[in-house]
């Protein structure tokens, strides 16, 4: 025990000390106390007991920038392959147990779970069978004026969020209420926590479930509402990110049919063109532009050519139009009215807490496409059609013996057929005319 104690103290001191040439000795203290830990069940319980500061030390020797284990992206991979995600995520487990937990080892642990969890791509899923999802959550529910707690937390929340599932369960919990609270109102405090939140939201409301839980509480209102005061008051655009974050969230909201719905009906095309066309002189805002005009694409109303309505700077009259059926129909539609039916996620609306999802969906690339251009190189290249038919075209063939004549036969130099070449393996004697004979 002694020991061990000692061993701790002069790990906590080199720690203190943060030279750049102490990690070979941290190296071999932290080798010393894994000897003990792994020799005598008695190092190992007082380590980990209740008042005990071993485990502090150790995770803050983590922390010290000259060694740090997750500073870099090959250490932090190194970590990863050596399972210190689920040492951690059971460290984690083990703290939230005390009442109250304790603060200090909290942001030590979220913070080192938010460093390597990139590294690990099914840290989500080996959170939830830890049983480690929502105590990060719980941590924000009961902390939020702590920001210094919430922050680290928040980060292992978006790392958890990438998982598709859990994306889901944390929605369950209340986690998107959660964000708004968060977000908003305006205010250019902890803007560094803004934007993790935001990052969050967004990832968050990939999932359809998520989004159509946004849409019922007007929350498209709510984030355009948003944007406008962050458009507003960044004059100096030093905010750009926080603006990009709520376009983010707005562009994932709009993913399904009732969040494009939503938008119109909040009269979001308008406040996104107008946010647009003043953020075009600036360059650096292109990203803000960028992601509006996907976003407006993707919600404007669609229609059928040919467009009777002054939606189109062309006007195709058909030559006959019925008095009844789905052509009069359509031209007796209002201008405003979207006449292509969206059933992109008809199927989905009734799934409201069932969404079936895999841990297969992580490595799917879930970005907007554009479904309007064409990537067939088939479908690209013009079709030759004659205008009349070939057996008409024959009569031209002696102007034109290049296509139909076969060059190997031809002295393309004199112009004249090649000489005959007799073929040796011809059978029977070869006769060569003499001179005056035809």
Known sequence: SSRTMSLLSQLEKINLDSVLGEADNARYVTSKILHLVQSQEKTRKEMTSKGSTGIEVMLSTL??????????????????????????????????????????????????????????KKIG????????LNI????????LQNYKLILPCLQVLRVYSTNSVNAVSLGKNGVV????????????????????????????????????RAVDRGYVQVLLTIYVDWHRHDSRHRYMLIRKGVLQ????????????????????????????????????????????????????????????TIKSAF?????????SGPVAQLYNLPPDVDDVVDESDDNDDGETESEVETENDDDKDQHFKNDDIETDINKL????????PTEELRMYEQFFPELSENFQDYD??????????????????IVVPTAGEE
């Open 63 to 120: 922390e010290v920038k000259p060694f740090n284990l997750c500073g870099g992206g090959r250490r932090a991979s190194v970590l990863v392959t050596k399972g210190g995600t689920q040492i951690l995520l059971q460290l984690l487990l083990t703290a939230s147990k005390d009442s109250p937990p304790n603060e200090e080892l909290m942001v030590l642990l979220h913070t080192l779970l938010a460093k390597i969890g990139p590294k690990d």
């Open 125 to 132: 899923m080996k959170a939830r069978i830890n049983g480690a």
């Open 136 to 143: 990060s959550l719980n941590l924000v529910k009961q902390n």
């Open 177 to 212: 209420e959660l964000m708004f609270k968060i977000i908003g109102p305006f205010t250019k405090k902890n803007t560094s926590l803004m934007k993790v939140a935001l990052d969050t939201l967004a990832a968050l409301l990939k999932s359809k479930t998520n989004a159509r």
């Open 249 to 308: 969230c707005i562009k994932s909201i709009t993913n399904i049919k009732l969040g494009r719905k939503a938008f119109i009906d909040a009269n979001g095309m308008k406040i996104l063109y107008n946010t647009s066309q003043e953020c075009l002189a600036v360059r650096t805002l292109d990203p803000l532009v960028n992601t509006s005009s996907l976003i407006m694409r993707k919600c404007f109303p669609k229609n059928r050519l040919p467009l009777p």
């Open 315 to 323: 006007h195709f009259q058909l030559p006959v139009i019925p008095s």
């Open 381 to 388: 290249k013009p079709r030759q059609e004659l205008g009349r």
């Open 412 to 429: 393309l130099v004199s112009k004249e057929p090649k000489p005959f070449v007799p073929d040796a393996n011809l059978s029977g004697p």
